[in-house]
């Protein structure tokens, strides 16, 4: 990989590196109808020559969710790798705090879009009271309701999931052992999921999964999680709801790439296609 600070010494580097991930060997197609038969224009954009559509180069994606230039993007991404507050980023990356922490947003969501249970999840992510939402939390009348995640070990990673169809209420009573830290409940076990995730209360709990008959390394490898998530989640002081799965699924990601450089995965992440029916 190119140095980083190679990357981000102006606007044209960065782009082309980033375009290397929307595009393979540079032969742009239409984000619409895949086509990649175009014209031109003078200002840069592109017209599909068989569907009509308009575009640029990153047209319906993640990225384009934001005005950022192509420097200051990779700017948030190092920043972001390196797991540093919306506030610090805002500061060294150069833009407004609530930028920052929009921008953040995006990459989380990108993490999330790339997640197995993305179908069901991004739409109630992307949808009213949602983290890019403009407002905040719905009403009693809105339609958001908070996911209920469903948490597996295997072989030294984790792989957490919205659980459908499951509500708050559901779990009330539906495990043996519940416990509370921060803003989650979690249960020891519910259905096939060694612990269940629900970010609808003032305390955070952890279950440790003592009777899963993977024994002794199945419960290592939960508590490796659980000291690796609530170190970071404690850092926030408090996440409200409509956040949290997005901090969930960066967790996940993290934890299951905690021995590798984030930096290009993020990017890629970045450049993928926002799905549409989101």
């Not at 308009?54 to 990225?63: A, E, K, P, Q, V």
């Not at 190092?78 to 407004?96: D, T």
């Not at 459908?164 to 052992?177: N, R, Y």
């Not at 299951?256 to 984030?262: G, V």
């Amino acid at each position: 990989m190119e140095t980083y600070e190679h990357l981000v010494k102006n606007e044209s580097t960065a782009r082309k590196y980033l375009l290397g991930f929307c595009f393979k060997n540079q032969q742009r197609f239409c984000p619409r109808c895949r086509s990649r038969s175009f014209t031109k224009l003078g200002d840069g954009r592109r017209r599909c020559k068989r569907c009509e559509y308009l575009y640029h180069d990153f047209s319906g994606r993640w990225i384009n969710l934001s005005r950022l230039a192509p420097d200051q993007w990779l700017r948030v991404v190092k920043l972001f790798e390196l797991e540093l507050p919306a506030s610090v980023i805002a500061r060294q990356a150069g833009v407004a705090y609530n930028t920052a922490h929009r921008v953040v947003t995006l990459l989380r969501m990108a993490i999330l879009a790339h997640g197995e249970d993305a179908p069901s999840l991004l739409p109630i992510m992307m949808g009213p009271g949602g983290p890019l939402s403009r407002g905040g939390r719905q009403g009693s009348g809105g339609s958001w309701e908070d996911p209920v995640f469903g948490l597996t070990s295997r072989d030294g990673e984790v792989v957490i999931q919205v659980i459908p169809g499951c509500k708050a209420e559901d779990l009330l009573g539906s495990a043996a052992e519940k416990g509370r830290h921060g803003n989650v409940l979690c249960a020891e076990r519910f259905e096939a999921y060694d612990s269940i995730l629900y970010s609808g209360f003032n305390h955070l709990a952890v279950g440790h999964g003592k009777n899963h008959p993977g024994g002794r390394d199945h419960v290592n490898g939960l508590e490796g999680f659980w000291s690796f998530a609530k170190e970071r989640l404690m850092r926030h002081h408090g996440i409200s709801g409509r956040f949290f799965p997005l901090y969930l699924k960066e967790l996940e990601f993290r934890y299951n790439h905690r021995q590798q450089a984030l930096f290009d995965q993020l990017c890629r992440f970045l450049c993928g296609f926002v799905p549409p029916s989101v």
